[in-house]
Nanobody, 125 residues
Framework: QVQLVESGGGLVQAGGSLRLSCAAS????????MGWFRQTPGKEREFVGVISWNGGSTSYADSVKGRFTISRDNAKNTVYLQMNSLKLEDTAIYYC??????????????????WGQGTQVTVSS
């Protein structure tokens, strides 16, 4: 069983930056595809970005492309989401997710079978 714990959320002004972290335990982190998703009240959880098991491939939602960057440190069992030029509409609970896979990337919720508890990001004007 894999446990994921997000941290780094908080309140930031528009235009500012935050870095989220997701620490994994209980599995072989280097074999997991890692994704970031976000959710606001009344809306479905949406894809933000994904990184392959070895960090060789990444992909992002159009809404965050060029502003957010995903990276991972397999030695520390941690994946990061660097968020720059934050906008009001980036306000959400951010979740990291994992699935053991050496094959490609996934943008769908069902592409992951482990989820963290989420961390709140609030962008103010």
């Amino acid at each position: 069983q894999v446990q994921l714990v997000e941290s780094g959320g908080g309140l930031v002004q528009a235009g500012g930056s935050l870095r989220l972290s997701c620490a994994a335990s209980g599995g072989t982190f280097s074999s997991y595809r890692m994704g970031w998703f976000r959710q606001t009240p009344g809306k479905e959880r949406e894809f933000v970005g994904v990184i392959s098991w070895n960090g060789g491939s990444t992909s992002y939602a159009d809404s965050v492309k060029g502003r957010f960057t995903i990276s991972r440190d397999n030695a520390k069992n941690t994946v990061y989401l660097q968020m720059n030029s934050l906008k009001l509409e980036d306000t959400a609970i951010y979740y990291c997710a994992a699935r053991r896979s050496y094959l490609g990337l996934s943008y769908a919720l069902n592409g992951y079978n482990y989820w963290g508890q989420g961390t709140q990001v609030t962008v103010s004007s």
